[in-house]
C-alpha cells in the first residue's frame, strides 16, 4: 500500500540531460567594491598611513625549558621544579601511566624583577599547542580535569594503539 510503482515514476532520459544547460559560476571581480574603498582597518582610513615607530632591537631570548616533545626517558619535571609540584605530577603519572605530561617552567619576561618566583606550566604531548596552569593553590586538579578530559583520552588511546600497531610490525 505504501510502496509506489517505479514503472510509473518520472525519470530524465539522457537526450534531457542533453539540453541542459550548465553555465559557469561568475568569476569575482578584481577591482575594489565601493565599501572596500570606505573602509577602515583598525578605526585607520586606507588614505592616512600610520605613523611607524621605531623599530625594536630583537634581543636573543635564552630559554631553559624543556622540549615541548618529551621522550619516555627524560623526567617529568626540570630539577629546579618545587616539590609540591613533584610530588604532585609523580602521582599523576602513576594514576595515569599511558598520558605523556610534563611541568615547564613559564618564560619570564625580559622586564621581570629579579628574583621573582618561576610561574609553571603543564604540557600535555597528546593534545599539541595546550598549555595548563597548576592549581588551585598547589594542586593539580586542573590539569588532572584535563586527563579525565573526553578528548584528551581519545588522543591518548589513538597514540597507544598507533603504538602497538607500529611494534606487531617490526
Same mark, same amino acid.
Given at each position: 500500500?505504501?510502496?509506489?510503482?517505479?514503472? @510509473?515514476? !518520472?525519470? &530524465?532520459?539522457? /537526450?534531457?540531460?542533453?539540453? $541542459?544547460?550548465?553555465?559557469? +559560476? #561568475?568569476?569575482?571581480?578584481?577591482?575594489?567594491?565601493?565599501?572596500?574603498?570606505?573602509?577602515?582597518?583598525?578605526?585607520?582610513?586606507?588614505?592616512?598611513?600610520?605613523?611607524?615607530?621605531?623599530?625594536?632591537?630583537?634581543?636573543?631570548?635564552?630559554? @631553559?625549558? !624543556?622540549? &615541548?616533545?618529551? /621522550?619516555?626517558?627524560?623526567? $617529568?619535571?626540570?630539577?629546579? +621544579? #618545587?616539590?609540591?609540584?613533584?610530588?604532585?605530577?609523580?602521582?599523576?603519572?602513576?594514576?595515569?601511566?599511558?598520558?605523556?605530561?610534563?611541568?615547564?617552567?613559564?618564560?619570564?619576561?625580559?622586564?621581570?624583577?629579579?628574583?621573582?618566583?618561576?610561574?609553571?606550566?603543564?604540557?600535555?604531548?597528546?593534545?599539541?599547542?595546550?598549555?595548563?596552569?597548576?592549581?588551585?593553590?598547589?594542586?593539580?586538579?586542573?590539569?588532572?580535569?584535563?586527563?579525565?578530559?573526553?578528548?584528551?583520552?581519545?588522543?591518548?588511546?589513538?597514540?597507544?594503539?598507533?603504538?602497538?600497531?607500529?611494534?606487531?610490525?617490526?
Amino acid at each position: 500500500m505504501g510502496s509506489k510503482n517505479r514503472a @510509473n515514476s !518520472p525519470t &530524465l532520459s539522457d /537526450s534531457s540531460l542533453d539540453s $541542459l544547460k550548465i553555465e559557469p +559560476a #561568475p568569476t569575482p571581480s578584481p577591482r575594489p567594491t565601493p565599501l572596500a574603498k570606505h573602509a577602515k582597518l583598525n578605526g585607520i582610513s586606507p588614505t592616512k598611513t600610520p605613523a611607524r615607530a621605531s623599530p625594536r632591537p630583537v634581543t636573543p631570548r635564552t630559554n @631553559n625549558a !624543556p622540549q &615541548l616533545r618529551r /621522550s619516555p626517558n627524560k623526567p $617529568l619535571y626540570p630539577p629546579n +621544579a #618545587p616539590a609540591w609540584i613533584r610530588t604532585c605530577l609523580e602521582t599523576l603519572k602513576a594514576e595515569h601511566p599511558h598520558d605523556d605530561f610534563f611541568a615547564l617552567p613559564r618564560p619570564v619576561p625580559p622586564n621581570a624583577p629579579t628574583g621573582a618566583p618561576l610561574e609553571w606550566r603543564l604540557k600535555c604531548v597528546d593534545c599539541p599547542g595546550k598549555l595548563y596552569t597548576p592549581g588551585p593553590e598547589e594542586s593539580l586538579q586542573n590539569f588532572e580535569v584535563h586527563l579525565k578530559n573526553r578528548m584528551h583520552r581519545g588522543n591518548v588511546n589513538k597514540r597507544i594503539q598507533n603504538q602497538s600497531s607500529s611494534q606487531r610490525r617490526s
